[in-house]
């Protein structure tokens, strides 16, 4: 008898501006039956309380499993755990930096390096601008290496009506990218 896996995606929150982008992914993976696999950085963490009127709690309660993020040796921490993928929403340039570069000094940086090894796919909203040139060296740097880099850019295409509207578009185009298909987007070209 075939083996079926549960559709699993591991899901990290850094501490750059745009936390709801990471929030509405949660949101969304449980409406598409997808398996949420949290790992929530310190400045992740702070960046909730200081951006959103919800809590930690609430956030971390999305989640199907939630890792500490300085639980190294975590189920997320190995290429032996399946997984579709990984998007970090939103990354923060401390993150992107440190996976470029092979640090796993935390959770979210040794997950993202089992992506890479794994050649699973690796997302990364990186929330930064203006960008110097060597945010756009580290950028190239990763994609070279097979992460998909996805700054959070609103498409005006899709007429949003709210910052929520906004916010999922640019999630659901995201996600599209580990082929899940978030219904109800308001795609180029759609009727």
Same mark, same amino acid.
């Given at each position: 008898?075939?083996?079926?896996?549960? %559709?699993?995606?591991?899901? !990290? $929150?850094?501490?750059? +501006?745009?936390? =709801?982008? &990471?929030?509405?992914?949660?949101?969304?993976?449980?409406?598409?039956?997808?398996?949420?696999?949290?790992?929530?950085?310190?400045?992740?963490?702070?960046?909730?309380?200081?951006?959103?009127?919800?809590?930690?709690?609430?956030?971390?309660?999305?989640?199907?499993?939630?890792?500490?993020? %300085?639980?190294?040796?975590? !189920? $997320?921490?190995?290429? +032996?755990?399946? =997984?579709? &993928?990984?998007?970090?929403?939103?990354?923060?340039?401390?993150?992107?930096?440190?996976?470029?570069?092979?640090?796993?000094?935390?959770?979210?940086?040794?997950?993202?390096?089992?992506?890479?090894?794994?050649?699973?796919?690796?997302?990364?909203?990186?929330?930064?601008?203006?960008?110097?040139?060597?945010?756009?060296?580290?950028?190239?740097?990763? +994609?070279?290496?097979?992460?998909?880099?996805?700054?959070?850019?609103?498409?005006?295409?899709?007429?949003?009506?709210?910052?929520?509207?906004?916010?999922?578009?640019?999630?659901?185009?995201?996600?599209?990218?580990?082929?899940?298909?978030?219904?109800?987007?308001?795609?180029?070209?759609?009727?």
């Amino acid at each position: 008898m075939a083996e079926t896996r549960k %559709k699993r995606l591991v899901v !990290a $929150i850094t501490g750059a +501006s745009g936390v =709801t982008y &990471g929030i509405r992914a949660l949101e969304l993976l449980k409406t598409l039956d997808v398996e949420s696999h949290l790992v929530l950085s310190k400045a992740g963490e702070r960046t909730i309380v200081e951006e959103t009127d919800t809590t930690v709690r609430a956030v971390t309660g999305l989640a199907d499993v939630v890792y500490p993020s %300085k639980d190294i040796g975590a !189920a $997320i921490s190995s290429g +032996s755990f399946h =997984t579709m &993928g990984m998007l970090i929403a939103p990354c923060s340039v401390r993150t992107m930096s440190e996976i470029a570069t092979g640090v796993t000094s935390s959770l979210v940086s040794r997950a993202a390096d089992v992506m890479l090894k794994e050649r699973r796919p690796l997302v990364l909203m990186v929330r930064e601008t203006p960008l110097h040139t060597g945010h756009l060296r580290t950028m190239t740097q990763l +994609s070279e290496m097979g992460a998909i880099i996805a700054p959070p850019v609103p498409a005006f295409y899709a007429r949003p009506e709210s910052l929520e509207d906004m916010v999922t578009y640019t999630v659901g185009r995201a996600l599209d990218l580990f082929g899940l298909e978030v219904e109800g987007l308001n795609r180029w070209g759609g009727a």
